[in-house]
């Protein structure tokens, strides 16, 4: 199993930037990717970023150009850098693992994300 510590939300002003941090511990040798996913009100839970252990990344067409994910293996630490962010990023922001043969899903407690001025 493993288990996911986040941290970095907060309130920042359009145009304004933000970085999260999503910290894995336990089994992290079996994870196959690590991922941001958010859930803004009324909306379903939606992909942002995520990046394999091949260090291929995935984002999502909205986030393309200004979000940035990356991993620090030896921290076992994946990061969200968040650029450029307007009112429509406003979100809980939450850390995903797929971890072992069946790519099991595993999620950190979200973080709270809002953009305004």
């Known amino acids: 199993q493993v288990q996911l510590v986040e941290s970095g939300g907060g309130l920042v002003q359009p145009g304004g930037s933000l970085r999260l941090s999503c910290a894995a511990s336990?089994?992290?040798?079996?994870?196959?990717?690590m991922g941001w996913f958010r859930q803004a009100p009324g909306k379903e839970r939606e992909l942002v970023a995520r990046?394999?252990?091949?260090?291929?990344?995935q984002y999502a067409d909205s986030v393309k150009g200004r979000f940035t994910i990356s991993r620090d293996r030896a921290k076992k630490t994946v990061y969200l850098q968040m650029n450029s962010l307007s009112s429509e990023d406003t979100a809980v922001y939450y850390c995903?693992?797929?971890?072992?043969?069946?790519?099991?899903?595993?999620w950190g407690q979200g973080n709270q994300v809002t953009v305004s001025s």
């Open positions: 995903n693992v797929q971890w072992g043969s069946v790519w099991v899903d595993y």
């Open positions: 336990g089994s992290v040798f079996e994870i196959n990717t």
């Open positions: 990046i394999w252990n091949s260090d291929f990344t």
